[in-house]
Structure formats: structure tokens, C-alpha cells
């Protein structure tokens, strides 16, 4: 491991829950460890407690330069821009710089695992993952940028069988030793211009995913996206492919678009499969293929029917596209984790009912003029909201309908319900970060559920 041979200590930045499992798995060997955040708030400070009764040396509220500039390694949490003070002081200092996940693999070294990236679609694909690999039996888990740190998981005794493991850009970044059973690259479209100087350099970290590629490895690549079949299909390797449009794919959707077809034959009823939208198809097709591949005894009669049983019991995630209640006719739909215009795109062309759309939050560098197609066919009003608004108004206005709007997201949710006749919808995704007014996009999303299932307020 790069710099971990080092005798010295070892600074984690961040005290989000990927900071707090690194420290405390690294503290349990008994590595010295330097643990800091800048941030406030009540998760900093729990945090901070726990590491400190746990023998961490901690800092809320800021960091010590210096002494992480004397550090034998620096651990980032992804949240963390690599322009952020801390992480140029170790790179002035020539410290080497690893991933929460870096620090977990090296401990993880009888763990399988199947590695999911790409811009959209990662987080469900991942959860397919993990589910069917339990629907044959396996003791699989979620992690990575899914929620759970996979540091968390080596802390566990005994580790599971299987990793289902999504890698965010920013943690592929800092994996070298990356190296799935079977990696998935779900699609590609530029995203996170907020922090990365251009869509090339967003597209070189994830292209990390290939790094250590060799003959025994096995990409899932969507066949449906140019740009993820440039990247791929120049790795060494086994190249399966996915399809909704290509019938020779390893797995795709029938022509008559009533099947979900895996290696040439019937999966699973397209109607049996309980998530709205082809995209979600396209990743009960990646996952499908990527679970079957990843082992031989995956791939008999027996096993085929338990992944289509697996697919049939599937239930969506939280935050995508999840519909949140019918209130006065209006359907309210939260995907709060749409945080980028091509996800919110997916969204939109899902949508059957006239639609108010709530876009808003903090920009990322994005234009939102690709919106207007899919916006002009369903969509009654685009509500724009928070500090992206008079952006999104910009760019829109002329367009399709919009409104600007302030950051009270009670009198946006207010406005929403005032634009929407029964069988309507009221669809969250912003196409934004949630950082300008939520702490994230769990919250953003809990907040539109609570709002919407609430009487309109009296305010005028």
C-alpha cells in the first residue's frame, strides 16, 4: 500500500462516516492516527467523540497543516476537493494521498467484490447487485459511495462473501490497487464540473476503474453509450455488454421490449420488473450480467430463476424516483438524487403526466438548456429554487415555463401545489447539489416528502 509501510501517522480528513470507520479500523491495528474536519455541526462533534475514545487524536473545526504535512499518509474522505488546504499541504509535503477504500481493500483481501461506476444509474446497479448476489445465496453487502464505508465492512467479523461496491470519481481518484472481479460502467455524460476543470479530467478518474485490468478481469459496459465503449473495450479482458436497444448485447431488452433477455433467453418479464423507467432496466441488465459472469456457479438453471426472482422482488431506493404520495390527485415524486442534468433528463423522459418540475440547489457547472426538450413535452412549469435559480431561469426562460423562486422550500413546495391539477405530478430533481440548503440529498428528499403529504399553507 502506498505509504502505509511508513512507520509515522496517519491523517484521515474528514469526520463523515467514510473519516470515522478509516480511523477507526486504522486505530484497532494500532496505527497512530490524526483525525480532522473543518466542518461544524452535531455529526462532526459525534464523530469526533467517538474517535477520541478510541485513542484518535481529533480536531473539529479545523485542521493542523503542519502536523498533516508530518504525516506517513494522508486518507481523504470523498467529500473532500482535492484543492482543499489539507490535501495541498500533504502534496506540498510529498505525502502520499489514498482513499478511504484504499485503506479497507488491502483488508479485505479474501472478499470478492463487484466494482460499479459511471455518472448515473451506480447507486441502484449496486443495490441490484447486492440483492441478487443474496438471492443465490451469498452473504453480499452494499458499499462504497452507496452509504455504507467499506472500511466499515473490514471492521466486521467474519467480512462477507461478496462486495457490491460503488466508486464514486472521487474515490477512484485515489484506489490505485482497484481491481474488481467485475467492474460495471454504467454511462458516462459530464457531471461535477464544479469541482473537475473540465469533462476530460471527470473522465480520466473514471477510467481509473481499468487501472490494474488484466486477462482474468471482466468489464460490463453499456453497449448504448459511445463514450463508455471507447473507455472500456481498451481494457484487457473479458468485454460483456448491455443493451436496450441491441439484441446481440449479452443482455438487453427483446425488440418487442416485453422481455429482459440474458445471454439470448428470457430473464424476467418486463412488466414483472417493479422500478419505473428503462434506465432502470439498463441496470437490472448490468447487474444481472455482472452477478452472472462474476462466478461459474452463478450461472446454472437453478441460479437463473433466483436472479429473476431476485430482479422481481427488488423495491426502489430512496430518492429516485421514488413516489412519495398521492395527495388531492397530484402525484408527488421524489429523486432528489438526480444532482446533475443528465439525471434529471432520465427523469423527465420517464414522465407521463403533466409535470411541475422543482429544479434548484447548488449549481455544478452544468447549462440546463437540455432540459427544454424533454421539459416541452410533459412539463407544466419548471419551479427554479435556491442558488442555481436565477441560473436555470437563464437558461430556460424562452424556453419552457419557469419561475424564479427563493430558497424556502416550504413556499416551493407551497408553489408546486399550486400549479398542480389532479393527475398531475410533482417531480423533485434538481438536477443540483442539495449543499445550499440541506446537508444532503437525503435530507432535501425527506423534507419534499414530509411538505408535500402537509395542507397548503395559509401563508398568501
Known amino acids: 500500500m502506498t505509504g502505509e509501510s511508513a512507520s509515522g501517522e496517519i491523517a484521515v480528513i474528514g469526520l463523515g462516516s467514510s473519516g470515522r470507520a478509516v480511523s477507526m479500523l486504522l486505530a484497532r491495528e494500532g496505527r497512530a492516527v490524526y483525525a480532522s474536519d473543518a466542518g461544524p455541526g452535531p455529526g462532526v462533534a459525534a464523530s469526533a467523540r467517538a474517535l477520541a475514545g478510541a485513542g484518535v487524536a481529533v480536531d473539529a473545526g479545523h485542521h493542523d497543516l503542519a502536523r498533516i504535512a508530518r504525516a ?46 459511471g455518472t448515473n444509474g451506480k447507486t441502484t446497479t449496486t ?93 460490463v459496459l453499456n453497449a448504448d453509450d459511445p463514450a463508455v465503449m471507447a473507455m472500456g473495450t481498451s481494457a484487457a479482458g473479458r468485454h460483456l455488454r448491455f443493451s436496450l436497444a441491441d ?12 422481455q429482459l433477455m440474458l445471454f439470448g433467453s428470457p430473464l424476467l418479464g418486463r412488466t414483472d420488473f417493479p422500478l419505473m423507467g428503462d434506465h432502470n432496466v439498463a441496470n437490472a441488465l448490468a447487474a444481472s450480467l455482472a452477478v452472472t459472469v462474476a462466478d461459474s456457479g452463478h450461472q446454472g438453471a437453478v441460479q437463473r430463476q433466483r436472479l429473476a426472482d431476485g430482479l422481481r422482488s427488488f423495491r426502489s431506493l430512496a430518492h429516485r424516483l421514488q413516489v412519495v404520495g398521492t395527495y388531492h390527485g397530484v402525484q408527488w415524486i421524489d429523486d432528489s438524487k438526480a444532482t446533475n442534468v443528465s439525471s434529471t433528463l432520465v427523469a423527465l423522459r420517464g414522465m407521463t403526466r403533466p409535470t411541475v418540475l422543482l429544479l434548484g440547489g447548488r449549481h455544478k457547472g452544468e447549462p440546463y438548456t437540455a432540459l427544454a426538450e424533454p421539459i416541452r413535452k410533459t412539463g407544466k412549469v419548471v419551479l427554479a429554487y435556491g442558488e442555481a435559480a436565477p441560473r436555470i431561469v437563464h437558461d430556460l426562460s424562452g424556453l419552457v415555463p419557469v419561475e424564479e423562486l427563493g430558497s424556502d422550500f416550504a413556499a416551493v413546495i407551497d408553489r408546486a401545489r399550486g400549479c398542480a391539477a ?39
Open 72 to 117: 506517513s499518509l494522508v486518507v481523504a474522505s470523498p467529500g473532500v476537493p482535492p484543492d482543499a488546504p489539507p490535501l495541498a499541504a500533504a502534496r506540498a509535503a510529498g505525502v502520499p494521498i489514498v482513499s478511504e477504500v484504499e485503506i479497507a481493500l488491502a483488508r479485505l483481501p479474501g472478499v470478492r467484490y463487484i466494482a460499479v461506476t
Open 127 to 219: 443495490a441490484l447487485v447486492a440483492h441478487l448476489l443474496r438471492a443465490l445465496g451469498k452473504r453480499a453487502v452494499a458499499a462504497g459511495n452507496i452509504g455504507m464505508p467499506l472500511a466499515e465492512i473490514a471492521l466486521a467479523d467474519p467480512p462477507p462473501e461478496w462486495v457490491a461496491l460503488e466508486l464514486s470519481s472521487f474515490q477512484l481518484h485515489d484506489t490505485p490497487s482497484v481491481q474488481p472481479t467485475v467492474g460495471v460502467l454504467t454511462n458516462l455524460s459530464p457531471d461535477h464540473l464544479d469541482r473537475y476543470r473540465s469533462a476530460e479530467d471527470y473522465y480520466a478518474d473514471k477510467a481509473l476503474l481499468f487501472a490494474n485490468a488484466n486477462a482474468r478481469s471482466a468489464w
Open 247 to 258: 439484441q446481440t448485447a449479452d443482455a438487453c431488452l427483446s425488440a418487442d421490449g416485453q
Open 422 to 460: 389532479p393527475g398531475d405530478a410533482v417531480l423533485l430533481s434538481p438536477a443540483c447539489s442539495s449543499f445550499d440548503m440541506f446537508r444532503n440529498y437525503e435530507e432535501r428528499g425527506a423534507t419534499f416528502a414530509r411538505l408535500a403529504g402537509q395542507e397548503p399553507s395559509s401563508s398568501p
